[in-house]
């Protein structure tokens, strides 16, 4: 276990110095000038050189690069060109937004596809099966945002339970906060839910056909006992892999639920960044984005340590 | 003479598949006596797996489906009690060992719980008092230092322990039958004799019966009182052990023998002598004997009707047609 950890944490850190040079590099090369933005197309070359020196465009890209990593380091952070403030602070606050976001939609997500996965597989071809399979199908065909509009139509707008966007801001209004993420956590979630089940079921089908199932049954322990002791953890181990990838991807925001529910989180941030070529917020959201993505994926390899045994010995 | 422990009676077995009905169990009777050891051979794909499976009621399906026959254990029709009243024998009064050790354990969970579940759902035992009894068990059959193995997972386990670990599995709550299917045939030579002995030990001391199920002779030869050869899903002869090698009737009897390496070893490794030909695909309805297109003595009413099984001896019978001819048995062999 100790050497395992100690592997997994070397990776990561290694995954996270690479994550950064790349996206440093990428945003490097982007053509653009900060200094230009922020003084707009009127100001004179002089001022616009000082600009520079000041905020070090003028030196080398490991220069720039090992400065910026300082300043993540060290927390002081980038400053946002466009809102004047660290970008550390308005990653945290549009942070408050997404994370909620992203934890319910998985939850919402688990809670549907693993009961339907394992109720699809154990009655595999029979109608059940058939119409968890067709549910599944309708989820991967419909596009978020139309998920997000209709719900908003049906529970917004006819029955009035939710308001149709915005965020009123965790500190302002708690139960309305939670409201107002509960319907793009529910989109989000149930179009997760339709790849999930799909992987559950066909990997429950997989392991129902291993041989210690057979030992399982021979021994003569409950059906019960079989299906959600002996098959589901080894079923879980793939499963666990895609949930990791989704809840990373979910972490980093989702840009256009974000904007049909008028949301203030990551995605809506980095869109309207791009837009305004706020260069300093786009390069820390999307180095924590892809940081999001590489830590969870961490946390999943432990957890397989944990539902899979051989893993430790590798 | 007592009635049989295990008295299976006509069992029909069908697969569907796509290519059509295959019909892999066709027809077997078979019994155990208390505290008997029956061998059961038979070339690959004969359908002794299956037989056995369809016994505890574990075939898979779909495909598969018991389509006809009895099978009383003591006075009970295990086809007929239901799923529950079978469910609570399998493990306690029938339990099963499989071929494949390194498939056949589940591998996320310790060894010493697997051991200790058939008591926890057949004893009520609590969880620590099954791990106890478990790590007895696993001392007896000759786990090193068995109780600091409790722990551990299938993969730190040889081929052998992990063989050894299934009989204390099936052993733990004394079963009345013991299905072996192939215990030894994927594990080393030595390990095989170790673990063969291992298990005739465990018979004795608890007059348990055991149904063999193998394709390895020599392993027959050694443990069985009785022998059953199947082909294509039937049984073709029975008899009792020594009968059966001292005087193999049915051809493919004989061809099996003579397949056989010589017990004491010497031309292991030579060739062996295949019968010549394949198995019949069991989707196809064969009128005759369907072991006539292979056999060396084959003649025209092989080819035109079943034989039924015929006795030889006293508990000594064949389905073959040579029993009605004997002068056409050809010279060979
Ligand atoms: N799940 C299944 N689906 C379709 N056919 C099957 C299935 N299981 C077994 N059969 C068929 O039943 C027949 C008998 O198989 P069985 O496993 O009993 O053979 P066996 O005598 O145990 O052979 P082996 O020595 O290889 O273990 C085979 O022809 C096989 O094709
Ligand atoms: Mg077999």
Redesign the interface.
Known sequence: MIPYFIKKCITLLLLLLLVSITVFSVLFVLPGDPAQIMLGINATPESLANLRSELGLDQSFWAQYFQWLAQLVTSQGSRSLNYDMPVNTLIVSRLAVTGPIALLAMVFAVIISLPMGIYAACRQNRPADVSVMFFTQFGLAVPEFWLGILLILFFSVKLGWFAAGGFPGWTVDVWGSFKAILLPAFALGVIRASILTRLTRSSMLEVL????I??????????R?VIY??AL??ALIPVLTIMGLQLGQLLAGAIIIENVYYLPGLGRLVFNAIGQRDLPVVRDVVLFMAAAVVVVNFIIDLAYAY????VK?K | MSPPLLDIQDLQVDFHTPEGIARAVDGVSLAVLKGETVGLVGESGCGKSVTS?AI?G?I?SPPGKISAGRTLFEDRNLLAIGPQAL??????EI??I?Q?PM???????PIGRQVA??LM??RNLPRSAAMEQAADYLERVKIPSARKRLND?P?QLSGGMRQRV?IA?AMICGPKLLIADEPTTALDVTIQAQILSLMMALKEESRMSMLLITHDLGVVAQTADRVLVMYAGEVVEAAPVTDLFDHPFHPYTQGLLRSMPRLGGHDRGRRLKEIPGTVPPSTETLVGCKFADRCPDAFDRCRKEKPEPAGIDRDHWARCWLFEFPKKRGVHG
């Open positions: 056909r291993e041989d210690y057979r030992t399982a049954r021979a021994k003569g322990l409950m059906e006992t002791t002996h953890r080894n539902i899979d045994p051989r010995l | 499976l505890l574990l898979p469910r609570r024998l399998r493990g306690k339990s099963m499989f494949e498939t056949s354990l589940n591998p996320v969970l579940e058939p759902v057949h997972y993969h299934m599995m």
